[in-house]
């Protein structure tokens, strides 16, 4: 079974600009959730998707949307790139059954660099 | 929120056994993962405990006390390819599938 996929893989940019990124979850995953990895603040969670829906949102401000697909498929938008915006990107998927704890696994991320 | 603490940085040597400790708030719990995380690669499942006591995994087990809000993870006859940053990250019942990360511990294998 295929693991997650997102593109690109790499994205350089200039502040102010926006970008979209990409996330195909493992085949059968409804869950999406997005991560944003930096190294002063680690791994700190954006938002989960489920069935088209928001269901989580962390603590990041409004520059920082996504959307799911009726596929599962998931896009995150960043707004006005700041340069603190440079990260590496990940997507994880589940499986997501109610009530039950699933395992996220993580897609090989996207490194956005701001300049 | 879920503040998890786990040692920045461990070394040890090719063969030997080492212990990552994690503690975390908890209110809340609903579970304890590890993820393992190659410099410049997605982290990668470990092992998931929910459960108090010992889940063993070939060379790598992981133990849990929920009540003392503790955890760790065993990585045993240690080989140069297990050097990574090891990630715990706990979830919590009001959070749905949201995973909050300590801050990883980098273990250096030397030969």
């Known amino acids: 079974k295929a693991g997650v996929t997102q593109t690109p893989r790499y994205l350089i940019k200039t502040r102010g600009q926006q970008v979209t990124l990409s996330c195909s979850p493992i085949s059968g995953h409804r869950s999406v959730s997005w991560y944003q990895q930096t190294p002063g603040q680690g791994l700190q969670f954006l938002f989960e998707y489920f069935s088209e829906t928001q269901r989580n949102k962390g603590n990041f401000p409004g520059r920082f949307s996504g959307r799911q697909f009726s596929n599962s498929r998931s896009e995150m938008n960043v707004s006005t790139l700041e340069l603190g915006d440079s990260a590496l990107y990940l997507c994880?998927?589940?499986?997501?059954?109610?009530?039950?704890?699933?395992?996220?696994?993580f897609g090989p991320g996207t490194r956005l660099t701001v300049l | 929120g879920q503040n998890i603490d786990q040692p920045t940085e461990m070394t040890a040597t090719e063969g030997a056994i080492v212990q990552i400790n994690c503690t975390y708030q908890?209110?809340?719990?609903?579970?304890l993962f590890w993820y393992q995380q190659h410099a410049g690669e997605a982290p990668t499942f470990l092992s998931y405990?929910?459960?108090?006591g010992l889940e063993e995994k070939g060379r790598f087990s992981s133990f849990l006390s929920r009540s003392k809000g503790y955890s760790y993870l065993l990585l045993k006859e240690l080989q140069m390819k297990d050097s990574a940053s090891y990630l715990c990250a706990t979830m919590i019942k009001a959070a749905g599938n949201k995973l909050t990360f300590g801050g990883g511990t980098r273990v250096l294998v030397k030969p």
């Open positions: 908890t209110s809340g719990f609903n579970g």
């Open positions: 994880a998927s589940s499986f997501k059954t109610s009530g039950r704890t699933d395992t996220q696994y």
């Open positions: 405990n929910v459960l108090d």
